[in-house]
C-alpha cells in the first residue's frame, strides 16, 4: 500500500524487452534507497512493483505484459520522469489516501490551464471508471493523491499547486498526455458489498435499478 505523496521524481534509465514483458531500471533521483531489500515494492507513476536488484541510485523492476497494456507504461521510453513512492509502514504518516498501485486504466490530459499560482488539469477517464469518481473525494493520478474538484460525465477536474507542481511530473504534463489512473478503493468494495450474492448476470456495476430493487433507494425518485 502507498499514500499517494511522492517522495522522489525519478528516471526511466533502461527497457529490457523480455517475450512480451519487460525489465525497467530506474534511476532514483533523491529517493532513500536505505532500509529497502530485495522484493521490497516501491510505486513508479502509480504502479506497484517489486524491487528485484537495487543500488543507492537505482532499482530494477520486471513488468509483466498485463501492466504494460493496462497502464502507460507499455509507452514508456528511456529518460521520461517518473514519480516514486516506497511502500507505506506503520510507522508511516498517511497525507494522502490508501493506495494500492494497482492501476484501474489509462486516463487522458483533456486539458491544462493557468489559475494563479496553481494549475488546473482536466483529466479524461474511461466510461467504466467515472461512476467511481465523485466530486471532493480522493483519485490518483500517475502516482499522486489528489482531490477531485467536479466531474461532468467521463471528465473530472484537478487543483495543482505550486509544490506539487515541483515535486511531482505535474510540472510536465501537457494536453494529450497520457497518465495512470486509480480511482478510491474504497469506492470499488462498496460496489461489491452492495452487489453482495446477488451479482446481476449481464452487469458488471451497480445501476440505479439495481439500488432501487434491493431498497437502497426508493422506486420513482428523481434523478435531479
Known sequence: MFTGIIQSVGKIAAIEQKDGDARLRVAVGTLDMSGVNRGDSIAVSGVCLTAV?????EFAADV?????ARTTFGRLRVGDAVNLEKSLTLASPLGGHLVSGHVDGIATVAARRDAGRSVQFRIKAAETLAKYIAEKASVTVDGVSLTVNSI???EFELNIVPHTLQATTFGQLKAGAAVNLEVDILARYLERLLQGERVPQNSASVTREFLAQHGFIKQGTSKN
Not at 536488484?53 to 541510485?57: I, N, P, V
Not at 509483466?64 to 504494460?68: H, I, N, Q, V
Open 152 to 154: 461532468d460525465g467521463a
Open 53 to 57: 536488484e537495487h543500488s543507492a541510485t
Open 64 to 68: 509483466s505484459g498485463e501492466t504494460l
